[in-house]
Nanobody, 126 residues
Framework: QVRLVESGGGLVQAGGSLRLSCAAS????????MGWFRQAPGKEREFVAA????????YYTDSVKGRITISRDNAKNTVYLQMNSLKPEDAAVYYC???????????????????WGQGTQVTVSS
């Protein structure tokens, strides 16, 4: 069993930055693909970014490319989401997720992830 705990959310002005963290516990997650998703009020949970366990492969949804960076520190069992140039449309609850399965492509769908955190709120004021 893997437990994921997100932190780092908060209120930021448009154009500002936040770094989200997701700490994993329960077992090593070095073999897991990690992802970040977000869910705004009244909308479905959507994919933001994913990273291979090695850190050598990442993927981003188009709307965040160039502004958001996913990274991980396997020694600390932590995955990060550095968010720069934030926009009001980035406001949502952000969730990290873990996928223990190895596949040829990075998982982009919620059902492909086995473990989820409780989420952290990101609010962007205009």
């Amino acid at each position: 069993q893997v437990r994921l705990v997100e932190s780092g959310g908060g209120l930021v002005q448009a154009g500002g930055s936040l770094r989200l963290s997701c700490a994993a516990s329960g077992r090593t997650f070095s073999g897991y693909t990690m992802g970040w998703f977000r869910q705004a009020p009244g909308k479905e949970r959507e994919f933001v970014a994913a990273i291979r366990w090695s850190g050598g492969s990442t993927y981003y949804t188009d709307s965040v490319k160039g502004r958001i960076t996913i990274s991980r520190d396997n020694a600390k069992n932590t995955v990060y989401l550095q968010m720069n140039s934030l926009k009001p449309e980035d406001a949502a609850v952000y969730y990290c997720a873990a996928d223990p399965n190895s596949a040829s492509r990075l998982p982009l769908m919620t059902y492909e992830y086995n473990y989820w955190g409780q989420g952290t709120q990101v609010t962007v004021s205009s």
